[in-house]
């Protein structure tokens, strides 16, 4: 059997992940994507498949500010956590997207926790 490459790998993790992991109304899901120098989190409800409310390291506020990508990336957590907040969320499913719990995306997860969301 030939090795499946790192993209395809993270894809089928995902979909392994994605068969429990669902956002409702009450509970929306928290989607984490990790590029090579970015890191981009929504938090969407399936039911309807929109999502209400979004971070990311490109944006405005993240841009021009130095730092390893994991401390952007705890930025990135806490700013999605405030947003929210704001807009009336509390409790999250957390949805990791296939990428190992480790790094940038523990970082964030980890901020949001401390932000005061629930999950």
Do not use: W
Not at 13 to 36: D, W
Not at 86 to 97: H, K, Q
Not at 98 to 110: D, S
């Amino acid at each position: 059997m030939a090795k499946m490459a790192p993209r395809q790998a993270r894809i089928r993790r995902h979909m392994r992940v994605r068969k429990k992991v669902t956002g409702i109304a009450e509970r929306p899901r928290l989607a984490v994507f990790r590029s090579l120098n970015h890191i981009y989190a929504q938090v969407i409800d399936d039911q309807t498949g929109r999502a209400l409310v979004s971070a990311c390291s490109l944006e405005k506020e993240l841009r021009g500010e130095a730092g390893k990508k994991t401390e952007k990336a705890k930025k990135v957590g806490t700013l999605l956590a405030q947003r929210a907040l704001a807009s009336g969320i509390n409790t999250v499913v957390f949805d990791r997207g296939g990428f190992i719990y480790h790094g940038r995306v523990k970082a964030l997860a980890e901020a949001a926790r401390e932000g005061g969301l629930q999950f």
